[in-house]
């Protein structure tokens, strides 16, 4: 019987791709008509520490995430040791041959044999997710399409065969994971995070200046307005620090602007005097607070 809901966790260190793999995975699922939540944790650094990417997929909606794992995709052993305790009992352990499985069920995956390069190992483990989940490849073809277009036909191919010989590879195995139910939804959706839903809802509402300094969690917000912002006038600039993206703010909205502010706890804290001043003297800002 299939699956109502199935949980999959992608594991590894910042700069390995699990993001990619994740955002490729998710947007497909979507595509092919699931519902879906996705959790990201992650440390505000570029390389190095243990981040997760998770979905919990469904035909129907899903709420909220899940701790029990149903597929997880380790990049490295340390995401097998974290994580392989939380598994269901139908749970697989998707891994490199090199990494040890710690005797759960799972795959040991020939990245070396699957792709011409370590860059295609985030195609090759979309391919056994795939299979694995049921989910037609021709979503997963699309994506990489569009990806990769302008980085020319062969990158395309390369990563078109890579995803086949993988999806081929997991068929051989029959890992007897059983497939997800069928989605049930045919409309087409948007597919966006909290952020860019954020950025959005700030274009809907007029706001035509944004100054920000970079912090994770809260710089996609300024991301999303300068990629989409463009259209419908919106300025962004990137100050010099927190106290300036403040006061840029301040001195916009005085002159009429509409104004965001995106930042996170140790960049809010920072401008707790331009906030007084704002409050004191009536001059509307808004001010995104992403929990760190």
Request: charged share 20%.
């Amino acid at each position: 019987m299939a699956h109502e809901c199935v949980n999959i966790v992608i594991g590894g260190e910042a700069g390995q791709g699990l993001v990619t793999v994740g955002d490729f995975l998710a947007k497909a699922l979507v595509r092919a008509g699931y519902e879906l939540v996705v959790t990201q944790d992650y440390q505000s650094r570029i390389r190095g520490g243990h981040n997760t990417f998770a979905i919990r997929v469904s035909p129907e909606p899903v709420h909220g995430p899940r701790e029990s794992i149903d597929l997880l995709v380790a990049l490295n052993a340390e995401t097998v040791r974290l994580h392989a305790p939380m598994l269901t009992g139908r749970g697989l352990v998707l891994a490199d041959q090199g990494i040890d499985l710690q005797g759960r069920a799972g795959l040991s995956i020939p990245f070396k044999t699957l792709c011409p390069k370590p860059i295609f190992e985030n195609t090759a483990a979309l391919g056994v997710l795939a299979q694995l989940l049921c989910l037609d490849t021709a979503w997963l073809e699309g994506l990489v399409r569009e990806r990769f277009a302008k980085k020319g036909d062969e990158v395309v191919e390369q990563n078109l065969k890579v995803l086949a010989d993988a999806h081929a590879w997991a068929v051989e195995r029959q890992a007897g994971f059983t497939c997800i139910a069928p989605p049930r939804r045919t409309d087409k959706r948007l597919f966006m995070n909290g952020n860019e839903a954020i950025a959005f809802g700030l274009m809907a509402a007029g706001v035509n200046f944004c100054s920000f300094y970079p912090m994770t969690p809260a710089t996609s917000v300024a991301a999303a307005l300068i990629e989409q912002g463009g259209k419908l006038g919106v300025l962004v600039e990137q100050a010099e620090d927190e106290i300036a993206a403040i006061n840029m703010a301040l001195g916009a909205s005085y002159a009429g602007a509409r104004v965001a502010v995106p930042t996170s706890g140790g960049g809010f804290a920072l401008m707790v005097e331009g906030v007084s001043l704002a409050g004191i003297t009536e001059t509307p800002v808004t001010v995104v607070l992403a929990q760190r």
